[in-house]
């Protein structure tokens, strides 16, 4: 391989690692009915161990970006069916909700993880 194009491979690696920042989330002021409400259910549920605002962790994984990445943080895919199965039977130290949440709210919860 010659310099050049080295150097221009070594420049397109760091615009892979540089361009990590994701784009923003939807803001709180634009969510829908049901996003609104997962937002609330969030706050009070997952908040105390999540951040949803960074991928900066607290107790568990920040959440900014959850769907729009191809894997969580454990390097399972990102899926609905996924997500939906931490929330409802925890993992390692995180809690289960399957006996807090109604269907509804898991539902809501989920809708309003794909804003983040
Ligand atoms: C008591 C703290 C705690 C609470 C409350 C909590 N979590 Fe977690 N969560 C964790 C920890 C710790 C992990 C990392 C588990 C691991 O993989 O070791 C985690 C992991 C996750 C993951 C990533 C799973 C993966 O496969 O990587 C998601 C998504 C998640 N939590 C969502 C939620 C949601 C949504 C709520 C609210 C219903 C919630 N968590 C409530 C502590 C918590």
């Known amino acids: 391989m010659n310099k050049k194009r080295v150097s ?4 397109s690696l760091l615009g892979a690692i540089g361009c990590r920042h994701l784009a923003p989330s939807k803001p709180l002021s634009e969510l829908t009915a049901n996003e609104a409400a997962g937002h609330r259910i969030f ?11 960074t991928e900066n962790g607290l107790h568990g994984p920040g959440l900014e970006g959850l769907f729009r990445k191809p894997y969580l943080a454990s390097g399972a895919p990102a899926n609905d069916d996924r997500v939906t ?5 925890g993992r ?5 909700f399957g006996n807090t949440l109604s269907d509804q709210e898991a539902e809501e919860l989920i809708a309003y993880l794909h804003t983040l």
């Open 92 to 96: 390692s130290v995180m809690p289960a």
């Open 85 to 89: 199965a931490v929330i409802l039977h």
């Open 43 to 53: 706050v009070s549920q997952c908040s105390g161990c999540h951040y949803a605002n």
């Open 8 to 11: 221009i491979l070594a420049l």
